[in-house]
């Protein structure tokens, strides 16, 4: 079968002594990254971003290093919800209502284990689906003219900014500074240089890595700075982790559930996943009813929420390598890893580019491997790590960002940008201005242009050309749904609140 | 509510001038029916409306942070500004233990932990990026290179 | 002005560089890893080191940016007597010296010293399309040039848009400015595009249709060079079809202009002999290219004629005055 032999082509890359290497190393970064109070996969991923690129690697070996950061990530933001109530990243905000308490009972270590057995099987299952499914997607290429790739952006912003924002107007301003940010530099089509008001550093129009780590990783240094690191509570103590197997059968269920739920919410671009997580741990607690006893510290709240984020996590990757379209912020930053490695997501991407795409396949197969070992018998070593007080992981976290920045361009003018990023994302996220649609606009700005300007040249400037097809109308449809109906949802189901990423 | 009415005009304003600069944009004698301008335009239109509307529909303002901090957040955006600039001319770890130092000290301010931070990081992040990643990194100002 | 752009953001990408040890060869692909200019030092380095043409490994830098334009700046201002010094350099070079890209640089202030290697350009089309010859397609264009459009991986007024429009000229189509193009993200993308039925043909490389040929997606028209290409021998030139057009993506070199004629001579011999070498033949099987040695004083005087070409049918099509 087909499947198998590309699924062996894909370990045969990803097996290889180094590739292997790449993967462990990855995943235990990934995994303090997560733990670590402050930053989540986003800026995670973003700040490693520039150096993996410095460093000289391969487009495949980068890919899984950094993807095992990603899904180390997500694993590892479990941690200090459990023990510190203080939700690594945003999706492990769940995790924190049942975790905490199962950690105040004394039981962190059955907490941790459970936790990081469902984040196994979130994160297993729904690599399968992209597995299953990518393919599939794949092959509605030859439906994707440049119309229906506008429609398809559309619906990329709308969804984001429908979903993942509690004020539809301030998700498409962000959408728009995105966006305009990416029409700086040199013009696709004539070859003159736009909005740069003359200054030469902007020819090549703005990098989207000094954007995205400016807004994640110079903003959260300013978050800190103004909270003078008060988030430094300290935790329960661990005392020892032995494995609950009864308690973890007993979750078998609630896990798959929430691997199903998780995925599906990772597929919807924009969505990501937080609301995989959260809708996760809601249905789990609506079929566990009164007697679930959810928010006490029960086995199945700390399952469900870490199935559907690491379930999510998988799913996010189906569009953002069939389509392009990135489903999430921390899709959107690999997007950018993609970006740079010259390698152009898209349909085309599993013709063309197979072995990448089943490489990445294979490795996130093996990541999970490793980051189970590494999340159940070692979880003590990341415990460990939690104590790194902000006073010296911030500055830590800002070098790091400059001397990757700076390695890219040697350009003090980047450095600048960067900072200046870093100033927008504090005032925006301080506005309830989400920051993501930013990122999709400056990496998607320029492909939704062009797409607009070669429909209009096929057409011969007929707009009526961009609802030409069926493809286009469904997915302006959707988009226009995507965009206007959380408007009136979100009196029903209220989107759970952001935290720290 | 303020803060938003704020904010929503200034998108305006702003988005008003990114219209104005991309009327200015050259056009292209290779004419292709949207041309270099359009998209621009459209984008500086949809920012400019949401402005109006985030200003006409404000959300409840956010709690900003009281003058003192304020000010510790503009010294903190100096001190970056003026890393970025000295990274170049002066190696890199003079401005970074003394970055390291400053920002350390503004979450945590204890002086003598700040410090230690500040050379610690200094010290074992250019061994990291020299040695372990390979960057290309200048160690001292270049007067000091001899 | 705009040079002294150039020569700004040059500064600016070359620090940080450091400085390259003596006596070794530099080879510098004008564009990040991964790309064809970075494939054409990283081989030509390696086999000249492999075959003892040169003593010491070749280093190859990478300086991405305005197309080739940042590197081409750097060598005619600050490197233009460096005898150790080669540039990847390739059809897309030409073109935009023609079309004036480079800031007004022009194509006689660095020396073109070989092109080893060369991808053939193709004209395409769906498998399922009613064109059989480039007759076919060529007919339906002149009866209503609006009509049908043209996908290729190249900009507007890049190589790929060229190519047709040199054919069409030849036909006698007056107006080439009314024939659609869309330039898209690549050859794999412009063959998706036409296959879909969203544009009726596609401009691009031999390469890039090698793998949807093998599927059975498209039909390739004609090939635009002198002799059909070994391995693709049903593949009709379009010389036979009657229209004189050749246009290959070639893969060579360039070297600072004011080194001595000694030393352009040595790096023709060097490159004649990695053209003759084994391990070429194979790198250039293993990436779909053809055959097409000019060395020397040939080569110099080929990128002349092409330059010229390009520019009068880019002036003719507007994309340059």
């Known amino acids: 079968m087909d499947l198998f032999a590309n699924l062996a082509t894909g370990f045969s890359i990803a097996l290889s002594p180094y590739t292997l290497m790449l993967a462990v190393f990855g995943c235990f970064i990934g995994t303090i990254i997560g733990a670590l109070p402050g930053l989540g996969p986003s800026n995670g991923v973003a700040i490693l971003i520039p150096l993996t690129f410095s460093m000289g690697l391969d487009a495949t070996s980068a890919l899984v290093l950094m993807t095992a950061v990603y899904y180390g990530a997500m694993y590892g933001g479990r941690i200090s919800s459990i023990l510190l109530n203080i939700p690594g990243d945003e999706p492990a905000l769940m995790t924190t209502l049942d975790g905490y308490p199962m950690a105040k009972q004394g039981r962190a270590g059955d907490a941790l284990v459970i936790s990081g057995v469902a984040s196994f099987t979130g994160a297993f299952l729904s690599t399968i689906g992209l597995m299953l499914l990518a393919p599939l997607l794949a092959r509605v290429a030859f439906q994707f003219g440049p119309a229906e790739y506008f429609a398809l952006y559309l619906l990329a912003f709308a969804t984001l900014g429908g979903i993942a924002s509690n004020n539809q107007a301030k998700a498409a301003i962000a959408s728009c500074i995105g966006l305009g940010i990416a029409m700086i530099g040199v013009d696709n089509n004539s070859g003159i240089p736009r909005l740069t008001g003359g200054n030469m550093h902007l020819f090549d129009g703005i990098d989207f890595l000094v954007a995205i780590v400016g807004l994640f990783a110079i903003a959260e240094v300013f978050f800190f700075i103004e909270s003078h690191g008060k988030n430094t509570s300290i935790g329960v103590k661990l005392d020892k982790v032995t494995i609950p197997v009864r308690e973890i059968w007993s979750t078998r269920w609630t896990q798959l559930r929430a691997s199903l739920i998780g995925f599906a919410a990772g597929i919807l671009p924009g969505a990501g996943a937080s609301l995989g997580s959260f809708l996760a741990y809601m249905g789990e607690k609506s079929i566990a009813g009164e007697e679930g006893k959810f928010g006490t510290g029960v086995a199945k709240g700390v399952a469900a929420p870490e199935a559907g984020n690491n379930a999510a996590a998988g799913g996010a990757l189906v569009p953002m390598l069939t389509l392009g379209v990135p489903g999430s912020g921390t899709t959107a930053v690999l997007l950018a890893l993609l970006m740079t490695l010259n390698i152009t997501p898209g349909p085309t991407l599993f013709t063309e580019r197979p072995e990448v795409v089943w490489g990445l396949i294979a490795s996130l197969l093996i990541a999970n491997f490793v980051l189970l070992l590494m999340n159940v018998p070692m979880v003590k070593i990341f415990v460990k790590i939690l104590s790194v007080p902000p006073w010296v992981l911030l500055p830590g976290v800002t070098m790091i960002s400059f001397v990757g920045i700076y390695s890219l361009s040697g350009s003090y003018f980047d450095l600048l940008l960067m900072v200046a990023f870093g100033v927008l994302g504090w005032v925006l996220r301080k506005l309830d201005v989400p920051t993501v649609p930013i990122i999709l606009g400056i990496l998607l700005g320029g492909h939704m242009e062009d797409s607009l300007r070669r429909a209009m040249v096929l057409s011969g400037g007929d707009w009526t050309y961009l609802f030409s097809s069926g493809v286009a109308i469904g997915l302006w449809v959707v988009a226009i749904a995507g965009f206007v109906a959380p408007m009136f949802l979100r009196n029903v189901l209220t989107k759970p609140q952001r935290v720290t990423d | 509510m303020a803060s938003d009415r704020v904010f929503g005009v200034v998108v305006t304003m702003v988005a008003l001038a990114y219209i104005a600069s991309a009327t200015q944009i050259q056009a292209s004698f290779l004419a292709d029916p949207v041309g270099p301008k359009a998209f621009p335009i459209l984008i500086g239109a949809v920012a400019a409306i949401s402005g109006i509307i985030v200003a006409l529909r404000p959300d409840e303002d956010p709690k900003w942070p009281e003058l003192r901090t304020f000010g510790a957040l503009i010294i903190a955006i100096v001190v970056l500004v003026g890393y970025a600039y000295a990274l170049k001319p002066m190696g890199f770890l003079i401005p970074t233990a003394i970055t390291a130092t400053i920002l350390s000290w503004q979450i945590n301010p204890r002086t003598g932990p700040a410090i230690v931070a500040g050379l610690g990081l200094s010290l074992g992040l250019f061994f990291v990026f020299k040695y372990a990643l390979g960057l290309g990194l200048v160690a001292l100002p270049a007067v000091l290179h001899g | ?321």
């Open chain 3, 1 to 321: 002005m705009t040079k002294r752009l150039f020569k700004a953001l040059l500064t600016s990408a070359v620090l940080g560089l450091g400085a390259t040890a003596a006596n070794a060869a530099e080879c510098i692909a004008p564009a990040n890893p991964g790309g064809g200019w970075d494939f054409t030092c990283r081989q030509i380095g390696k086999i000249m080191y492999d075959i003892g043409a040169v003593e010491q490994p070749v280093q190859v830098t990478n300086m991405a940016g305005a197309g080739g334009g940042l590197a081409y700046a750097h060598v005619v201002n600050e490197r233009s007597d460096d005898a150790d010094l080669m540039i990847a350099a390739s059809s897309a070079t030409t073109t935009r010296l023609a079309q004036n890209a480079f800031a007004g640089m022009t194509a006689d202030q660095v020396r073109f010293v070989g092109a080893i290697g060369a991808d053939p350009g193709v004209i395409v089309v769906a498998a399922d399309s009613e064109y059989q010859t480039l007759g076919d397609l060529v007919d339906a264009i002149k009866a209503s040039p609006g009509e049908l459009a043209f996908a290729g991986g190249s900009a507007v007024g890049g190589f790929d848009h060229l190519k047709p429009l040199m054919v069409l000229q030849r036909a006698g189509v007056s107006d080439l400015t009314a024939v659609k193009y869309i330039g898209v993200d690549g050859g794999a993308d412009a063959i998706t595009q036409t296959v879909g039925g969203f544009t009726a043909a596609m401009s691009g490389d031999m390469s890039e249709v090698v793998g949807f040929l093998k599927s059975g997606d498209v039909r390739v028209l004609a090939v635009l060079t002198e002799e059909r290409v070994p391995g693709f021998d049903d593949i009709p030139t379009a010389q036979e079809q009657g229209f004189d057009v050749v246009a290959v993506n070639w893969r060579g070199l360039y070297i600072p202009k004011d080194v001595s004629d000694d030393t352009f001579n040595m790096w023709a011999e060097r490159l004649q002999m990695v053209a003759d070498s084994d391990e070429w033949q194979e790198a250039m099987a293993a990436n779909g290219l053809a055959p097409f040695t000019k060395v020397g004083g040939d080569f110099q005087s080929y990128v002349d004629e092409v330059v010229a070409e390009i520019r009068t049918m880019s002036q003719e099509i507007g994309v340059i005055q």
